[in-house]
């Protein structure tokens, strides 16, 4: 099993940036990705990007290429979720979590097995 925090949500200004942090902890962690969704009120779970823990292949949607960039760092156990040009319709909860490394490069949330508790963010115009 795999242990998911998010941290540094917020609020910010449109067209400004925000960095997300998904600190990943347990065991088996080499055959896993990390992805990126968020999601807003009443809608479904969004993906947005997805990271190889082992390499650094990543991938986007076409929608979200562009905006959001996905890193990691594996000495803190961390992976990142650097987002841009923020608008309002941005404001929602993100969440990370973690897929087993032959559902590469799915976005669909039912492929995903452990996820964090989410963090708010909100862009104000």
């Known amino acids: 099993q795999v242990q998911l925090v998010e941290s540094g949500g917020g609020l910010v200004q449109a067209g400004g940036s925000l960095r997300l942090a998904c600190a990943v902890s347990?065991?088996?962690?080499?055959?896993?990705?990390i992805g990126w969704f968020r999601q807003a009120p009443g809608k479904e779970r969004e993906f947005v990007a997805r990271?190889?823990?082992?390499?650094?292949?990543?991938y986007y949607p076409d929608s979200k290429k562009g905006r959001f960039t996905i890193s990691k760092d594996t000495d803190k156990m961390t992976v990142y979720l650097q987002m841009s040009s923020l608008k309002p319709e941005d404001t929602v909860v993100y969440y990370c979590?973690?897929?087993?490394?032959?559902?590469?490069?799915?976005?669909?949330?039912?492929?995903?097995?452990?996820w964090g508790q989410g963090t708010q963010v909100t862009v104000s115009s």
């Open positions: 979590s973690s897929s087993k490394y032959y559902n590469w490069p799915s976005g669909d949330p039912d492929k995903y097995d452990d």
């Open positions: 347990g065991s088996s962690l080499s055959t896993l990705d």
């Open positions: 990271i190889t823990w082992v390499g650094d292949d990543t």
